[in-house]
C-alpha cells in the first residue's frame, strides 16, 4: 500500500548539499532505519519524504503515486518529532484527536480511537493532561500515540528516543517495535545510535555527508560493510583500522604494518587489485583473540603491542593497544588480566579480516 | 490493535524537580537597608505628583487654591467629577471618543499585527526580512513626520473629523511596533509544534488560529495593551486631524481647557487628569505579568 520510493533525491540550502542524489526503496511495512553521525542529512531525508521540505531534485513516490508535489497534510504520512512537538495549550487527549477532527470524523469515531491508542501506550490516565504536567517518557508516548492514533500509511520518527535515560530508551524501543507491527505503517526512522540501528531496523541505511552509503539488514552491514566508514560506523567498540604495506615474497602475499602481519589465502589475494601497493585492515575488537607471543609467532595473521587503556565493563573489557603509530581496540574477557603497559599479542582468523581501498575507502572484500 | 506492551516504569513529572527549592532566608543587612531607603525614595518621587492629584481632585476649589496648600483634603468632596459630567466642558464627548478610537485601534491593530508578524516571522519568502526592515525602518522616524502626509491623505478621503481617519492615524504608527513585537512571540515558538499541525492536515491559517495564536495569548494582549495605550496618550494626532469638538478625543481636549475652562479651576483639572490616567493604569496592572512575560519571550525554551 505504500512502499516508499527516491529516485535522484537531492537538497540543497543555499551552497550547503545536505543530500546528494539519492535512490531509496522502502518496503511496504518495512521499517527502516537511517543511521549516520550529526549532521549527516538523516533529518533532511526524512523531511524530504514529509513533505515539510522541497526537493531541490529528484522525485518521490508512496506506491505509485508521485508525492513530490503532494503537500504535507496530503500524504498520510504521521511523524514523531525529536523535542515531540506537541500542542502545549491542548490536553493530551486533544492532541491526539486533533488529526482525527480534520479529517472528519465524529466524535465517537474519535473517542474510540483515541482511548484504544491511549491504552496500547499505557497513557490512558493521562489524557486530561497537559504537555507540561508529563515526565519525558510520558511525552514521548503521547507523540508517538498522536502519530499512530490516525493509522498513516507512512510513519517517520526522527530520533524520537534521544531525550530519553538509557535505561527508558531501552524499553521505548521495544515498545515502538511493538507499536510499529501493530499498526503495520511503513516506518521510517532516523537515530545517529547505531545500536539503536542494528537492534530495531529490518534495513539500515547508513548515510554520511548527505551520502547512503549502504543500505542493508543489520547482519549484512556487520558482516560485509562496503566500506570503511559503514564498517567503523557499525560495532561497538568499532573496528580498528592498519594501514598496511603489501609484500610479495616466495609466492606468498603478506600485509605489514608495525606490529602487524597478515599472511593472505590466496582466494582473498585474487579479489586484490593486483596493482596496490598500499592496503587498509580492519579488525573487529571481538575477533582479536589474545594469545602468548610465541603462538602469534607461528600463526599467519598476528598483531602485537602495548596495552595503553584497559576498560572493565563486567561482563568483558575493552583494550586499546598501541601499535607502532596506530590503535586498535581488543575485546576480551574478563578473567584475561591485563595492565598498562603490559605487552600483548593477538591472532585474528583470516576470515574476520576487512581489507580496504586507502584512497576510495570502498571494501575489497 | 489487541497487543500488550510492557508497563512503563513511573517517572516523577519534569515540572516537579524544580518546586521543591525553598527561598532563602531573609536577614537585614546594611547593604540591603541602603537599597530599600533608595527604593523608597524613588516610590516617592514617582508617585507624588500622583498623590498630588487625587488629593486635589478631591478637594473643594477653595481649598485647592488655597495659599498654604494643604497635603490631603480636609474636606472630600466630589464636585469636582461631578462638575466634569455635568458643566460646560464636553469631557464625556473627549472620553467617549477616547475609548472607542482607542479601543478599535487596538482590535484592529493586533488582528494586522498578528497577521504581519506572523509573516515575518515564518514566511521565508524572499522579500521577508526586507520589507520587515522597512517596517521597522518606519519606527525610527519621529511621530511628527507623518502628520504632513496623513493630512494631506485623510484630506482627500474626506476622512478628517471623523472617528476612521483618527483610527487609521493611530494604527499606521501601531501596526508596524505591534508586528515586530507579534514577531518576537511567534519566533518562539518551536518550528516543530506548527509542523505537527501541517502534518495532522492544517492549513497556514488553520495553524495560526488553533495553534500560534492560542500560544501567544500574552502576546496579543501585551500588542494590544500598548496600542491602546499608545492612542489613549496620543495628543498629535487627533490635534491635527481633528477640529470639531464633537469629535476631539480627551488629551486635546484637556489641554484645550487647561487654558480655558481648568485656567483657575485645579480640583477640576486634576479630576479629569485622574479619569484619563486611569484606562491606562488599570490596563497596566491587568496585564503588567503577561507584559514581562512577553518581553522577555524567547528567553528559554518552552516558556
Ligand atoms: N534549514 C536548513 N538550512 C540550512 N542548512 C541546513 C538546514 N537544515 C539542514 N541543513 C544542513 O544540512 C546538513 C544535514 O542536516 P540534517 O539533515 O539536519 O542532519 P542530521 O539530521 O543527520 O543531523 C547539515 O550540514 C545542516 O547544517
Ligand atoms: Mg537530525
Not at chain 2, 171 to 184: D, E, Q, Y
Request: aromatic letters at 8%; hydrophobic letters at 45%; proline letters at 6%.
Amino acid at each position: 500500500m505504500a512502499a516508499i520510493t527516491l529516485t535522484g533525491v537531492e537538497k540543497r540550502f543555499g551552497e550547503t548539499r545536505a543530500l546528494r542524489e539519492t535512490d531509496l526503496e522502502i518496503d511496504d511495512h518495512e521499517f527502516l532505519v537511517l543511521v549516520g553521525p550529526s549532521g549527516s542529512g538523516k533529518t533532511t531525508l526524512l523531511r524530504l519524504v514529509a513533505g515539510l521540505e522541497t526537493l531541490t531534485g529528484g522525485e518521490i513516490y508512496f506506491g505509485d503515486t508521485r508525492v513530490t508535489d503532494v503537500d504535507v497534510g496530503d500524504r498520510d504520512i504521521a511523524m514523531v518529532f525529536q523535542n515531540y512537538g506537541l500542542y502545549p495549550h491542548m490536553s493530551v487527549y486533544r492532541n491526539m484527536a486533533f488529526g482525527l477532527r480534520r479529517r472528519g470524523l465524529g466524535k465517537q469515531v474519535i473517542d474510540l480511537k483515541v482511548r484504544q491508542t491511549a491504552d496500547l501506550l499505557h497513557i490512558g490516565h493521562l489524557l486530561d493532561r497537559k504537555p507540561r504536567q508529563l515526565s519525558g517518557g510520558q511525552r514521548q508516548r503521547v507523540a508517538l500515540g498522536r502519530a499512530i492514533v490516525r493509522d498513516p500509511a507512512v510513519f517517520l520518527l526522527d530520533e524520537p528516543l534521544s531525550n530519553l535515560d538509557a535505561h527508558l530508551r531501552v524499553q521505548m524501543r521495544a515498545e515502538i517495535l511493538k507499536v510499529h507491527r501493530a499498526v503495520t505503517a511503513t516506518a521510517l526512522y532516523v537515530t545517529h545510535d547505531q545500536v539503536e540501528a542494528m537492534t530495531m531496523g529490518d534495513r539500515i541505511a547508513v548515510m554520511n555527508e548527505g551520502v547512503i552509503h549502504q543500505l542493508g539488514t543489520p547482519d549484512e552491514l556487520y558482516d560485509r560493510p562496503a566500506d570503511s566508514f559503514v564498517a567503523g560506523f557499525i560495532g561497538t567498540p568499532p573496528m580498528g583500522f592498519l594501514t598496511c604495506e603489501r609484500i610479495r615474497e616466495a609466492g606468498t602475499e603478506q600485509l605489514r604494518a608495525a606490529g602487524a602481519r597478515f599472511r593472505l589465502p590466496p582466494e582473498t589475494v585474487t579479489a586484490l587489485p593486483p596493482g596496490a601497493s598500499r592496503l587498509v585492515i580492519g579488525v573487529r575488537p571481538e575477533h582479536l583473540r589474545l594469545v602468548p607471543p610465541a603462538e602469534a609467532e607461528a600463526a599467519g595473521c598476528a598483531l602485537q603491542g602495548v596495552v595503553e587503556v584497559v576498560e572493565p565493563l563486567g561482563s568483558e573489557q575493552h583494550v586499546l593497544v598501541a601499535m607502532g603509530g596506530s590503535a586498535i581496540t581488543a575485546k576480551l574477557p574478563r578473567d584475561q588480566r591485563l595492565n598498562r603497559d603490559d605487552k600483548v599479542a593477538f591472532t585474528v582468523s583470516p576470515d574476520h579480516l576487512h581489507v580496504f581501498d586507502p584512497e576510495s575507502g570502498r571494501a575489497l572484500r | 490493535m489487541s497487543l500488550t506492551v510492557d508497563k512503563p516504569v513511573p517517572e516523577q513529572p519534569a515540572g516537579r524537580a524544580a518546586a521543591g527549592t525553598g527561598r532563602r532566608r531573609w536577614r537585614p543587612s546594611v547593604g540591603r537597608s541602603i537599597v530599600i531607603v533608595l527604593v523608597g525614595l524613588f516610590g516617592v518621587w514617582t508617585l507624588w505628583p500622583m498623590y498630588w492629584m487625587l488629593s486635589t481632585a478631591l478637594k473643594s476649589a477653595k481649598e485647592a487654591t488655597n495659599l498654604s496648600p494643604t497635603v490631603w483634603p480636609h474636606t472630600i468632596t466630589g464636585a469636582n467629577f461631578h462638575e466634569l459630567f455635568g458643566g460646560t466642558l464636553p469631557f464625556s464627548t473627549y472620553l467617549v471618543n477616547s475609548v472607542l478610537t482607542s479601543l478599535i485601534a487596538a482590535a484592529v491593530a493586533v488582528l494586522i499585527s498578528t497577521l504581519a508578524g506572523y509573516s515575518f516571522s515564518r514566511g521565508g519568502y524572499r522579500l521577508t526580512s526586507a520589507a520587515s526592515l522597512v517596517v521597522l525602518a518606519t519606527q525610527m522616524l519621529p511621530l511628527v513626520v507623518f502628520i504632513g502626509p496623513l493630512y494631506l491623505l485623510l484630506l482627500r478621503a474626506h476622512l478628517l473629523n471623523t472617528y476612521l481617519g483618527l483610527i487609521i492615524g493611530y494604527t499606521t504608527f501601531a501596526i508596524p511596533f505591534g508586528a515586530w513585537m507579534m514577531k518576537g512571540f511567534f519566533d518562539a515558538i518551536p518550528r516543530e509544534i506548527e509542523e505537527s499541525a501541517r502534518v495532522d492536515g492544517y492549513s497556514r491559517l488553520g495553524i495560526l488560529f488553533r495553534v500560534v495564536v492560542p500560544l501567544s495569548v500574552p502576546g496579543l494582549v501585551t500588542t494590544g495593551v500598548f496600542v491602546f495605550m499608545n492612542s489613549w496618550n496620543n495628543l498629535l494626532y487627533p490635534l491635527t486631524l481633528v477640529s470639531s469638538n464633537s469629535r476631539q478625543t480627551l488629551p486635546p481636549g484637556l489641554l484645550q481647557s487647561f487654558s480655558g475652562t481648568f485656567k483657575t479651576d485645579w480640583g477640576g483639572m486634576m479630576a479629569a487628569s485622574l479619569i484619563t490616567s486611569l484606562p491606562l493604569v488599570i490596563a497596566f496592572f491587568l496585564v503588567q505579568r503577561s507584559m514581562v512575560r512577553g518581553l522577555t519571550a524567547g528567553a528559554l525554551a518552552g516558556t
